[in-house]
């Protein structure tokens, strides 16, 4: 099998994956796409040099971050400010509890987004975040708590019977927003 060959079989592997993850920390399909693109365009460029394939999928959810992360460093809000305040809000149903947490995840910055992505939806420990994000745990689990705090303000009664928050966003996965037992 050739080199080329070997990573077009690591790509289809893990384009899927990559995706969800990409959606998760953005918010959008085709940016989503996007990132997942010049994640693996990356990969490819740097695949003769992976020595470990089997680090191949860490080092791939590294870049896609690394490339999310400067993504958001390019791009400036574009949230449109209104002298109009929003209507009440209504208890979502379950199939709307997706939006409803992919709204509070965008409120987040870039940073403490990843964190919360790679730590509740990746279910990576607090060690593997810090070494995937290049920082300290400490900086890892402070900037989880400022974050999980400022979804719970966000979500409110939302994440009552939920559990962890983790949960929360293991029942936004692919269950379309049913609660897991």
């Known amino acids: 099998m050739t080199v080329a060959d070997e990573f077009v079989e690591f790509a289809r592997a893990m384009s899927p994956r990559l995706r969800r ?19 693996l365009a990356k990969m490819f460029v740097s695949w003769r040099r992976i020595s470990r394939r089997d680090a191949a999928p860490a080092y791939a959810t590294r870049t ?13 809000a574009r949230e449109v400010l209104t002298d109009r ?3 009440h809000p209504i208890e979502p149903s379950a199939p709307e509890l997706r939006m409803v ?3 509070a995840l965008a409120a987040l910055p870039p940073g403490a987004r990843a964190v919360v ?26 900037q989880a708590a400022r974050a999980l705090s400022r979804l719970r303000a966000h979500l409110g009664d939302e994440l009552a019977g939920w559990g ?17 037992g």
Not at 21 to 39: R, S
Not at 64 to 76: G, I
Not at 128 to 134: M, S
Not at 164 to 180: C, I, N
């Open 101 to 103: 947490v992919l709204d």
């Open 85 to 87: 305040l929003p209507e």
């Open 164 to 180: 962890p928050p983790g949960r929360l966003l293991a029942a936004t996965h692919e269950t379309g927003g049913k609660k897991h």
């Open 117 to 142: 992505v790679l730590r509740y939806w990746e279910d990576m420990s607090v060690e593997q975040v810090a070494a995937v994000l290049g920082c300290s745990a400490g900086n890892v689990k402070s």
């Open 64 to 76: 896609l971050v690394n490339v999310y992360l400067a993504d958001k460093r390019l791009k400036r």
């Open 21 to 39: 993850t990409a959606f998760i920390l953005c918010g959008d399909w085709h940016t989503a796409e996007d990132l997942v693109q010049v994640t």
